[in-house]
């Protein structure tokens, strides 16, 4: 009888995945993915509701920046020195002027829209965001119509946590006038 060979797992760095992308390695690729811990985790395509509600952010923020101090990024890569990850969040804020890869150092907020990835968004990307030292986190649940705003790092958490419904007024940390 014959014995299997054990399985191991193969773990990539964001260097790694750099240089695929410039290489072509997902050129052909139509699904999207992002680099988790070292493993690349196909993400779920993007329902109606999530995509509407993401340019609705997007309009919003973009008019909130008149002094010009950041730039918004939507669904594009971020950075995470710490744990060999680069997520594609809904939608960041940038500190203006900023070139290359973005990193935590010059993201202070970070909007994910959740239709069907709530527990993922809390928990995976909650722990990412917070080991990292992400200031704010927002997670729009769409079920329930609320938004969690997570706040003060600290390890693996996010020290403060608060939920916001219908009606309610909140801003984000990095531009209180907003």
């Not at 695929?20 to 997902?26: H, L, R, Y």
């Amino acid at each position: 009888m014959l014995n299997p060979t054990p399985q191991h797992t193969v773990l990539f760095t964001v260097d790694d995945l750099e240089k695929m992308i410039d290489a072509g390695v997902f050129a052909h690729r139509t699904g999207r993915i992002e680099l988790i811990e070292g493993e690349f985790r196909q993400m779920s395509p993007a329902s109606d509701h999530h995509d509407d509600l993401i340019r609705v952010l997007n309009m919003w923020s973009v008019r909130q920046q008149t002094e010009e101090k950041f730039e918004i990024a939507v669904l594009m890569g971020i950075r995470l020195r710490k744990t060999e990850s680069m997520p594609e969040p809904d939608l960041y804020w940038i500190q203006s002027g900023r070139h290359g890869r973005a990193t935590m150092q010059v993201v202070p907020w970070i909007i994910e829209v959740s239709v069907s990835s709530i527990q993922y968004d809390r928990k995976t990307k909650g722990r990412l965001y917070a080991l990292d030292g992400l200031q704010e986190y927002w997670i729009v649940d769409c079920d329930q119509q609320l938004i969690e705003v997570h706040s003060q790092p600290a390890g693996e958490h996010f020290t403060k946590s608060e939920v916001f419904g219908r009606g309610d007024t909140l801003v984000p940390q990095c531009l209180p006038t907003a």
